[in-house]
T-cell receptor
Framework: GAVVSQHPSWVICKSGTSVKIECRSLDFQATTMFWYRQFPKQSLMLMATSNEGSKATYEQGVEKDKFLINHASLTLSTLTVTSAHPEDSSFYIC???????????FGDGTRLSIL | GESVGLHLPTLSVQEGDNSIINCAYSNSASDYFIWYKQESGKGPQFIIDIRSNMDKRQGQRVTVLLNKTVKHLSLQIAATQPGDSAVYFCAELSTGSGGYQKVTFGIGTKLQVIP
């Protein structure tokens, strides 16, 4: 149980392209979803917290106009990297949580490579 | 704790030996801690958690110890196997500026099991 699916798993695209990443909780309803960014050999850095039906809360230093988050339903959140540039290349990971006292369950990440 | 540097600490252990991975956390108000395992190219996988009203919790082949006095957390893996090779992160649950709960990851330790 508690499976989180992330799609796509790998994206390679040209600079200036906008890229959408989907995060789905497959067997539970996620009141909260989280988006992380991870550079090679580093830890996960929280980008934003997404609650269904409300605006995402972004961490300090994360541009909300650059990283658009939409939590349309209790099983789906999307992250759109707008006008992506090479410095946006990274491993993006989402997680979902059923309730406040429940552990987060992570997707397998999306590797984004901007040429 | 936030990630620093480009090189993860590495722990090399002989197959069959016990492994101990350590972590220091910063927020004395944190009351919930989690250990995650991350294999290459995948998202973090929940291993074990512990609340601040406990100092020890055991799972299958894993034990987490919590020392609140010195803000230290450790993960012990018994009879380490090649499949245990991965990066291990400790994480603490805290309350963000918006009043929501978020998970902050530590730096991570790479465990290499020598056959």
């Amino acid at each position: 149980g508690a499976v989180v699916s992330q799609h796509p798993s790998w994206v390679i695209c040209k600079s200036g392209t906008s890229v959408k990443i989907e995060c789905r909780s497959l067997d539970f309803q996620a009141t909260t979803m989280f988006w992380y960014r991870q550079f090679p050999k580093q830890s996960l850095m929280l980008m934003a917290t997404s609650n269904e039906g409300s605006k995402a809360t972004y961490e300090q230093g994360v541009e909300k106009d650059k990283f658009l988050i939409n939590h349309a339903s209790l099983t789906l959140s999307t992250l759109t990297v707008t006008s992506a540039h090479p410095e946006d290349s990274s491993f993006y990971i989402c997680s979902a949580r059923q309730g406040g006292n429940q552990p987060q369950h992570f997707g397998d990440g999306t590797r984004l490579s901007i040429l | 704790g936030e990630s620093v540097g480009l090189h993860l600490p590495t722990l090399s252990v002989q197959e069959g030996d016990n492994s101990i991975i350590n972590c220091a956390y910063s927020n004395s108000a944190s009351d919930y801690f989690i250990w995650y395992k991350q294999e290459s190219g995948k998202g973090p996988q929940f291993i074990i958690d512990i609340r601040s009203n406990m100092d020890k919790r055991q799972g299958q082949r894993v034990t987490v110890l919590l020392n609140k006095t010195v803000k230290h957390l450790s993960l012990q893996i018994a009879a380490t196997q090649p499949g245990d090779s991965a990066v291990y992160f400790c994480a603490e649950l805290s309350t963000g500026s918006g009043g929501y709960q978020k998970v902050t990851f530590g730096i991570g330790t790479k465990l290499q099991v020598i056959p």
